[in-house]
C-alpha cells in the first residue's frame, strides 16, 4: 500500500479545510437532519467534525493493516488487489459533488475505503466463523453513510459491492493456505486489530439502535 501517498492526501485536505472551512460548514447544514439515533456528546458540530476528521485520516492506517492481516492469512494475492481499489478510490477521486473539496470530497472516498474494508471482513466472517479484521467502523459508516445520505452513499455501497465481488469471489476462502490459516493462525489477525477501537464511541458519537435502554 501506498500509505506515504494516502497520507500526504489526508494532510492536503486538512490544510484545504483550515483554509475554506467547508466541511464545517456542511456539517452545520447537516446537523439538523441527523437521525436522532445518532447521539452526539457535547457540542455537536465539533464533535462531528472531529469525527469526520479521524474517520478520514484513519483510512492510510486501515489499508496498511489490512495489507499486513491479509498477508497473515496468507491472502494477500487475493485480498491486496481489492485494498489497491481503496487505495485508487482515495488517490484518484470519483466525480463529485461541486461542493465537495478538501476533507469533505475525502469523507466520499474514505467512506468508500472503510465500506469496502468492511466488506471484505463480511466475506471471511462467512467463510471463517471469525472476524479477519476485527474492527469495528459498522456505527462509524452507518453515520457517515446518513451524512452523506441515501442517494449518494447508495451509489458508493454498489461501488463497492461491484469491486468486492469482482475480484475476491467465494472460492478465494477455500484455498488451502486459507483453511489452513484458519486452523493455525486465527490469532495473528486478532493482535494486529487490536489497535482499533470502535471509533464512533471513541468520538463521542453513537448510535442508540432500537430496543437498546
Not at 77 to 100: G, N, Y
Request: charge should be negative.
Amino acid at each position: 500500500m501506498n500509505t506515504r501517498a494516502l497520507k500526504r492526501q489526508v494532510e492536503l485536505a486538512i490544510n484545504q479545510e483550515a483554509e475554506q472551512q467547508g466541511l464545517r460548514a456542511w456539517l452545520t447544514e447537516r446537523l439538523p437532519d441527523l437521525h436522532p439515533a445518532i447521539r452526539l456528546e457535547d457540542d455537536g458540530i465539533d464533535t462531528l467534525f472531529a469525527f469526520v476528521r479521524a474517520y478520514v485520516e484513519q483510512v492510510p492506517e486501515v489499508l496498511h493493516a489490512a495489507a499486513e492481516v491479509a498477508a497473515a492469512a496468507r491472502m494477500r494475492e487475493r485480498l491486496l488487489p481489492v485494498l489497491k481499489v481503496a487505495e485508487a478510490f482515495f488517490l484518484q477521486p470519483r466525480d463529485l459533488p461541486a461542493e465537495h473539496q478538501g476533507l469533505l470530497a475525502l469523507l466520499d472516498e474514505a467512506y468508500l475505503a472503510h465500506r469496502l474494508v468492511e466488506e471484505v471482513n463480511d466475506c471471511y466472517l462467512a467463510h471463517g466463523g471469525e472476524a479477519l479484521i476485527p474492527m469495528d467502523t459498522t456505527r462509524a459508516n452507518l453515520i457517515v453513510h446518513q451524512l452523506l445520505g441515501d442517494d449518494f452513499a447508495n451509489q458508493l455501497d454498489a461501488a463497492v459491492e461491484t469491486a468486492v465481488g469482482g475480484l475476491l469471489p467465494q472460492e478465494a476462502f477455500s484455498s488451502d493456505n486459507f483453511q489452513a490459516y484458519l486452523a493455525q493462525q486465527r490469532e495473528v489477525g486478532r493482535e494486529l486489530w487490536q489497535q482499533w477501537p470502535c471509533m464512533s464511541e471513541e468520538l463521542g458519537i453513537d448510535i442508540a439502535w432500537r430496543g437498546a435502554a
